[in-house]
Nanobody, 118 residues
Framework: VQLQASGGGLVQAGGSLRLSCAAS????????MGWFRQAPGKEREIVAY????????YYAESVKGRFAILRDNARNTVYLQMNSLKAEDMAVYYC????????????WGQGTQVTVSS
């Protein structure tokens, strides 16, 4: 599956952004989908993931209550709604797909930059 992330940009602290990850090549319903981020000088970290059906989600402690991961399998798209953005959320955000029978995220999008101004 090929992934295309979009929706990043510049936002003031406290603002909102919605990232999108559009998939092609295979139905997204075969995949657990995750959003990761990497800030300069830091390791990549998982932000959130959502199960194939959308019935189960996980959030990093740092984004709980502010971010929401959603999926629309009919549109082959996954979203990350980010509210109450903070300076520490500034990073390159990546979407990734983990095939249902795999233990790894094997497909990655190209990344989209989120910049938060204080």
């Amino acid at each position: 599956v090929q992934l295309q992330a979009s929706g990043g940009g510049l936002v003031q602290a406290g603002g909102s952004l919605r990232l999108s990850c559009a998939a092609s090549g295979r139905a997204l319903s075969y995949y657990r989908m995750g959003w990761f981020r990497q800030a300069p000088g830091k390791e990549r970290e998982i932000v959130a993931y959502i199960s194939q059906s959308g019935g189960s989600t996980y959030y990093a402690e740092s984004v709980k209550g502010r971010f929401a991961i959603l999926r629309d399998n009919a549109r082959n798209t996954v979203y990350l709604q980010m509210n109450s953005l903070k300076a520490e959320d500034m990073a390159v955000y990546y979407c990734a797909a983990r095939f249902f029978s795999s233990s790894d995220y094997g497909s990655w999008g190209q990344g989209t930059q989120v910049t938060v101004s204080s």
